[in-house]
């Protein structure tokens, strides 16, 4: 059995397959495969495992039929056409609930350092501009107290919600498409409309999965809404933000700051303007970038892929319902 797999993966996953009698290709330029390119590699495999941002459309699955498995090295799945994968019949494999420590670490790292204009001063000494010590300088804002924000409150967002409330003792307000009474009674959260987490949230912490119902939803409007003194996150997809409204809103001082682990598109220019402000810092989409929890994802994604040449129902799927 052969598996694709479209980046370098950790060991830990590699072995697996290679245990199980996998013959493995690892794509391992730093360069991007093209739609056309992932399908003629696609063509000569049994499996494919995705890591990176390759668009699975109606096009890809027409061309790929003969593919046994398909598992995505990543808990979300914006990149696939879900629809259409499951309207054939195809199984979609992911690696969901493994990431939400590492994730939530780098949300709060970033509320962290936005409010203390943290990587801007760390650029600012590279440029030699640690002079004169002025008391009304370099003023950052504290979190005590404050009101955390949440926008999509799953386990992701249980876990930074519980660091800020150990924290901070900040409150939890949160906006979700159903209730999560678990972070009601642990975390005393309050469910509230989009208007009210826009209005109320001190930091506004985005966890939701990329969507045509997210798409975009912060944009001009939301930001608008929002406290003039709010930091604004996202370490979910960069899609969910508009991100020129954001420069804006920032530009015109409607809100206080951001941080932003995603961004629209990946990578960002280092030309953008968003790289320069005091009261915004930006990382390379690496939530889920520790050790053990990228282990953790290939590990499961190479279940997924064993599992699946097998003609058994994968662990861990996206749309189980095929298998009905
Ligand atoms: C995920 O698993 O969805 C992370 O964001 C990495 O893409």
Redo the contacts with the bound molecule.
Sequence with gaps: MTVFVTRKIPEAGLRLLQEAGCEVTQHTKRQELTSEALIHACKKHDALLLAGPNKLDEHFFRECRHLKVISLL???YDNVDISVATRLNTAIGH?PGI?SNA?ADIAFLLILAVSRNAFYLHNSIARGEWGFIEPTAHLGMELYGKTLGVFGLGKIGFELAKKCTVVYDMEVIYHNRSRNEHAEEELDARPVSFDDLLQKSDVLSVHANLSPQTRGIFDRKAFTRMKRSAIFVNTA?GGIHHEKDLTDALQNEEIWGAGLD?TNPEPMKRDNPLLTMPNVCVLP?I??ATKETRDA?AVRAAKNIIAGLKGEQMPYAVNPEVYD
């Design positions: 990543s808990a979300g690696t990431l994730t997809r995603v989409h939530g889920s994802m």
